[in-house]
Nanobody, 122 residues
Framework: QVHLVESGGGLVRAGGSLRLSCSVSGSISSDDYMAWYRQIPGKEREWVASISVGGSTNYADSMKGRFAIFRDTAEMTVFLHTRSVKPEDTAVYYC????????????????WGQGTQVTVSS
């Protein structure tokens, strides 16, 4: 059984920074990618960033510059840092594991966390 648990969400003021964590327990391949998604109210879930076991990162075009994804492979933890958050970053942020990068897009794996709510106040 694989479990992903996100943490670090909450209420943040616009312009502030945020650090989200996702810890993985259970048996997944250490070769698998991990990623972050988010779902803004009323919209579909969207991919934010992904990272390989070797540290190669990819970001959605709209996320570049303000988001950074890190991975502690030994601890099976992935982090998402944001700086200068905006009210439009308010969303539920989800962790995903077991996916892969096909050279153009991140293909999500079957493991998802329960999500962590991030609310950015203006």
């Amino acid at each position: 059984q694989v479990h992903l648990v996100e943490s670090g969400g909450g209420l943040v003021r616009a312009g502030g920074s945020l650090r989200l964590s996702c810890s993985v327990s259970g048996s997944i391949s250490s070769d698998d990618y991990m990623a972050w998604y988010r779902q803004i109210p009323g919209k579909e879930r969207e991919w934010v960033a992904s990272i390989s076991v070797g540290g190669s990162t990819n970001y959605a075009d709209s996320m570049k510059g303000r988001f950074a994804i890190f991975r502690d492979t030994a601890e099976m933890t992935v982090f998402l840092h944001t700086r200068s958050v905006k009210p439009e970053d308010t969303a539920v942020y989800y962790c995903n594991a077991g996916g892969r990068w096909n050279g153009h897009f991140y293909l999500p794996g079957r493991y998802w966390g329960q999500g962590t709510q991030v609310t950015v106040s203006s």
